[in-house]
């Protein structure tokens, strides 16, 4: 079987959940859960980015969940001036400017790593909270702010196809499911062999002929569009942001979950939006302060930093590897009751490792 | 050939690199000396980790040192790390082919490039293994697999054969001696195994506090009394 096929083999399985999701949350679940799942969803998309940056670069970028407040207030802004614009191309757009600032805001990441990244990167964030709070979110007047409308105050417009929470549930999982295909594209081809060069060292890498410099920038490029992407579904989803909606604290929040849930794998990115959006609904739910979730979330992020350095995601996939393990009989080792006819030696044992999916 | 001219590399007051002017030729060449005496820094500066304060080096005409080193490395001049550098999460045939991601080749001179720096290597049976199962020798084979790939013009070893048995010091010496036939890069070999430098290296430079005492075929370097007197301590009988 070819690479491409085996590829397909191995996601087949997602693809079926997937769909399966998108039939039984909207059939099942109430309004209340229905956008709490789509904030999830919009949430895992902007953590994929984090991810990107943290689990294959080692760059930690604590602006990620300003640069999704750019792709809310650009998709806002580009809506109500014109609801005959299509919805997703606003979203794209969303996308673009967030990936551009992105860019900008990852240049110190050429030369600088570690805690004075974080710093630099939090300044950035902290400085879109001023500026976003001195301009406002528009509200569909005219002028570049989009402030000062004389009718009443609107809402940002979903796709005509998707007006409903269910069909807007199912768009926004359509374009999370676009964003981690296009991560993936990128982590099975040349990028994400470059980014794994960068990770184990850069002059490793610049003695496979990688381009450190343009690959770092790329990233900061690729988190900065889906976070903006996230932005755009972000301010459909719930109509109206609000400034105090892109604080400082939320990026930090969002590299936090981002870690706790696993960066190192794309399923993190999945476990972090469901962790960040539907622990606070469920204790909502339930008249707990939801609140009390950035505590646990605090309790997670430590927990993972000094026990679990893969996260929730590398505690899953690590179960479900050795489960398969113990199911699998490994050649060399013969199956419960069968007489073994040779040892099995270290090769045997590097063979069964090898047959384990990385 | 790598014509170093006057190369001089100076950390503050140290120099581990002194006014060195080297031609090293022949398909595999040794450098060899004491610690100190500035040989990784000498493969540093040729593949661009290091920055020389003055000299200039050309590698068969071309001046290496105008070029970035990712660009140093496309253009041919390949090198391992004495802690080797094998990506974990990649399979050893992407830990390859990450050499030719830029290399404007089809998609089947790609893929006959990556086999045959396998076949070189030895490593064709452990092609679509992820490299975090490999041991310590077959990791070391994976770099030299990713120097040899594509159309090498010079492959530099920084010990290679560091925390390797003698049997796969034997079969990496055997794999080295392959090299000049297999690719027609220049093979230069730095290493402490002076055995090894001996068995396999046509010519041998020798360096002391970053200038260069001995050069010339191996034999005669490594017999040189001021090599003797580097590496024993012994003063230089003056002629």
């Known amino acids: 079987m070819t690479r491409l096929g085996r590829e397909l083999v191995r996601l087949l399985p997602v693809a079926v959940v997937m769909l399966f999701l998108a039939w039984w949350i909207p059939a099942y679940f109430s309004s209340y859960w229905l956008r709490a799942f789509t904030a999830a969803v ?80 939090l300044m950035s964030a902290g400085a879109f909270f001023v500026v976003i709070n001195a301009i406002g979110f528009p509200e569909g007047g005219s002028g570049f702010t989009g402030r000062g409308g004389s009718g009443a105050v609107r809402n940002a417009p979903r796709p005509s196809f998707a007006e409903t929470d269910s069909a807007y549930f199912r768009f926004a999982l359509v374009v999370a499911i676009l964003g981690f295909a296009l991560v993936l594209v990128h982590l099975r081809t040349s990028p994400g062999r470059a980014w794994a060069m960068i990770r184990r060292s850069e002059a490793a890498a610049h003695s496979a002929g990688v381009n450190v410099t343009m690959y770092k920038t790329w990233a900061f490029t690729l988190a900065g569009f889906l976070a903006g992407v996230a932005g755009g579904l972000y301010a459909a989803n719930i109509g109206r942001p609000g400034t105090g909606d892109f604080g400082a604290a939320s990026s930090m929040i969002l590299f936090g979950i981002s870690v706790s849930a696993g960066s190192f794998h794309l399923l993190g990115a999945a476990l972090a939006g469901l962790l960040a959006r539907g622990l606070p609904a469920l204790f909502s739910q339930h008249g707990i302060n939801a609140e009390i979730a950035n505590m646990i979330f605090g309790f997670l992020l430590m927990f993972s930093l000094t026990a679990a350095p893969e996260g929730a995601a590398g505690q899953l996939t690590g179960l479900a590897r050795s489960i398969r393990a113990k199911l699998t009989p490994r050649r060399g080792r013969p199956a419960p009751g069968v007489e073994p006819t040779r040892p099995a030696g270290p090769d045997a044992a590097d063979q069964a490792a090898a047959e384990v999916p990385s | 050939m790598i014509d170093i001219d006057r190369v001089t590399v100076q950390f503050g007051g140290v120099f581990p690199l002194d006014d060195l002017t080297l031609q090293l030729d022949g398909s595999i060449v040794g450098i060899v000396g004491p610690n100190g005496a500035g040989k990784t820094t000498l493969l540093n500066v040729i593949s661009g980790f290091v920055t020389a ?13 105008a070029m970035a080193p990712y660009k140093r490395a496309r253009w041919g001049i390949r090198r391992t ?118 068995a396999i290296c046509e010519n041998t430079a020798v360096l002391d506090f970053g200038e260069l005492i001995a050069y010339g075929p191996t034999a005669a370097s490594l017999s040189d009394s001021k090599v003797r007197a580097a590496y024993l301590g012994v003063a230089v009988e003056e002629a």
């Open chain 2, 53 to 65: 304060s003055q000299g200039s080096i050309t590698v068969d005409g071309t001046d290496i040192l």
């Open chain 2, 81 to 198: 790390f004495q802690t080797e550098q094998v990506v974990n999460e990649l399979t050893v045939r992407d830990n390859v082919s990450v050499m030719l991601d830029t290399a404007r080749l089809s998609s089947s001179e790609r893929a006959a490039s990556i086999e045959r720096a396998l076949e070189i290597t030895g490593l064709v049976h452990h092609a679509d293994r992820s490299a975090h199962v490999l041991n310590a020798f077959e990791r070391r084979l994976v770099e030299l697999a990713r120097a040899v790939v594509g159309t090498p013009k010079v492959i530099m070893m920084d010990e290679p054969a560091a925390g390797l048995s003698n049997l796969e010091t034997a079969e990496l010496r055997a794999t080295i001696a392959r090299l000049p036939a297999a690719t027609s890069a220049m093979v230069v070999l730095i290493d402490h195994d002076v055995e090894l430098i001996a």
């Open chain 1, 42 to 121: 919009v949430y895992s998309l902007a953590a994929l980015g984090v991810g990107l940056l943290y689990g294959r670069l080692g760059l930690v970028s604590l602006a990620n969940f300003a640069l999704l407040g750019v792709g809310a207030w650009v998709s806002l802004r580009l809506g109500l001036h014109d609801p005959r614009l299509p919805v997703a191309a606003n979203i794209v757009i969303g996308g673009i400017v967030a990936a551009a600032i992105g860019t900008v805001i990852g240049l110190p990441a050429l030369r600088l790593r570690g805690l004075y990244l974080a710093l630099v990167t």
